[in-house]
């Protein structure tokens, strides 16, 4: 069994920063990509960014130039750190890891989601 736990969400104005951290426990015996994806009232899930293993990033366009993923693989941890915030980023925001568990199966994991509110 793996979990996946978000932390850092909140509220904050136009213009501000929050930085999301996501750690991933459990039968792990590796984890290849990591990712942010979020879903806005009213609207479909969405991708944010997503990095893998060796460290390629990719994010979705609406994001691009403020937001920055990141990970730690020793920490099994993946980060968001999001800048110039807009009210349409306001969404809660889900972490997924894809997980080779310990025996060896790849199973897509997701977390419970972490509230992010901004304010105009």
């Known amino acids: 069994q793996v979990q996946l736990v978000e932390s850092g969400g909140g509220l904050v104005q136009a213009g501000g920063s929050l930085r999301l951290s996501c750690a991933a426990s459990?039968?792990?015996?590796?984890?290849?990509?990591m990712g942010w994806y979020r879903q806005g009232p009213g609207k479909q899930r969405e991708l944010v960014a997503t990095?893998?293993?060796?460290?390629?990033?990719n994010y979705a366009d609406s994001v691009k130039g403020r937001f920055t993923i990141s990970r730690d693989n020793a920490k099994n941890t993946v980060y968001l750190q999001m800048n110039s915030l807009k009210p349409e980023d306001t969404a809660v925001y889900y972490c997924?890891?894809?997980?080779?568990?310990?025996?060896?199966?790849?199973?897509?994991?997701w977390g419970r989601g972490t509230q992010v509110t901004v304010s105009s």
């Open positions: 459990g039968s792990i015996f590796s984890i290849n990509a």
């Open positions: 997924n890891a894809d997980v080779l568990t310990i025996p060896s199966v790849r199973i897509q994991y």
């Open positions: 990095i893998t293993g060796s460290g390629s990033t």
